[in-house]
């Protein structure tokens, strides 16, 4: 059963830094690619980065020249890094990775919470 165990969220001020990680654990696969979304209350879940297997990323236009995706492909810890924080960054942040054999399946972690105060 695969898990994901989120950490770093928690309560900064603005221009602050955090840095989630998620370790990801029980896939029978390898993991093509990890990321982070984030949801506010009546807001769809979006995109802040993803990395692949391979080290590609893609960021968020709102979060871009401020955040930073990385990934330890021997552990399955996939890490953000944000800095420069602001009120609008508050939301809760979700891991994300995709694995399978034939067919690729999202998986999801529990949620962390990061608000940032002005």
């Known amino acids: 059963q695969v898990q994901l165990v989120e950490s770093g969220g928690g309560l900064v001020q603005a221009g602050g830094s955090l840095r989630l990680s998620c370790a990801a654990s029980?896939?029978?696969?390898?993991?093509?690619?990890m990321g982070w979304y984030r949801q506010t209350p009546g807001k769809q879940r979006e995109l802040v980065a993803t990395?692949?297997?391979?080290?590609?990323?893609n960021y968020a236009e709102s979060v871009k020249g401020r955040c930073s995706i990385s990934r330890d492909n021997a552990k399955n810890i996939v890490y953000l890094q944000m800095n420069s924080l602001k009120p609008e960054d508050t939301a809760v942040y979700y891991c994300?990775?995709?694995?399978?054999?034939?067919?690729?399946?999202?998986?999801w972690g529990q949620g962390t919470q990061v608000t940032v105060s002005s």
């Open positions: 994300n990775i995709q694995s399978g054999q034939f067919v690729l399946r999202d998986y």
């Open positions: 029980g896939t029978s696969f390898s993991i093509t690619r």
């Open positions: 990395i692949t297997s391979g080290g590609s990323t």
